[in-house]
């Protein structure tokens, strides 16, 4: 998936938050399949175990019998039909969760060839926040970075002031 192109910069910025708002000693459920990021959480230190690449929008057994104390997720909501229901369902008192942002000058990923891989939502920050705020959650600090492109353009300029990706720590009482 990441062939010639990890995303080093996410993933510097995603740990980083991750870090400043939960501690080592937490139980984490990462929501999704296991992938690199996984592996960048347990090297520093975190308990993660992953989803099974089950599809969350019918399927929300494992999350329903975690007994994880923090919810992971990301860049997973914008692929659920109804990312609203898997919210709803979380136990867990602490979700760390991070979207790529709906840009206006492209359209949503779409994967020609990978069915799981397309984006059905692409959130702006107050769409998100509004979906975790419905779903119970109380928003307790957010982030937003750049995504810029080595490639040459007017979407490749636009992509070095324009945030794309959006992360969230919220609580639930």
């Known amino acids: 998936m990441y062939e010639n192109n990890f995303p080093n910069k996410r993933y510097r910025h995603t740990i980083a938050f991750l870090q400043k708002h939960i501690n080592t000693s937490e139980s984490i459920l990462d929501l999704g399949a296991e992938n690199p990021f996984s592996e960048i959480m347990k090297s520093s230190g975190y308990q993660v175990n992953n989803t099974s690449g089950e599809?969350?929008?019918?399927?929300?057994?494992?999350?329903?019998?975690?007994?994880?104390?923090?919810?992971?997720?990301?860049?997973?909501?914008?692929?659920?039909?109804?990312?609203?229901?898997?919210?709803?369902?979380?136990?867990?008192?602490?979700?760390?969760?991070?979207?790529?942002?709906?840009?206006?000058?492209?359209?949503?990923?779409?994967?020609?060839?990978?069915?799981?891989?397309?984006?059905?939502?692409?959130?702006?920050?107050?769409?998100?926040?509004?979906?975790?705020?419905?779903?119970?959650?109380?928003?307790?600090?957010?982030?937003?970075?750049?995504?810029?492109?080595?490639?040459?353009?007017?979407?490749?300029?636009l992509r070095l002031f324009t945030p794309r990706y959006y992360i969230v720590y919220a609580e639930r009482d």
């Open 55 to 157: 599809d969350l929008d019918v399927n929300f057994e494992k999350v329903i019998s975690s007994d994880a104390e923090v919810i992971t997720a990301f860049e997973i909501f914008e692929h659920l039909v109804a990312p609203f229901n898997v919210l709803k369902e979380i136990k867990a008192k602490k979700l760390v969760a991070s979207i790529p942002m709906r840009l206006w000058f492209s359209s949503a990923y779409r994967s020609k060839t990978d069915p799981w891989d397309r984006h059905y939502h692409e959130f702006e920050d107050w769409q998100f926040d509004w979906l975790l705020e419905k779903a119970g959650w109380k928003i307790k600090d957010t982030a937003k970075w750049t995504n810029p492109t080595k490639k040459f353009g007017i979407r490749p300029i």
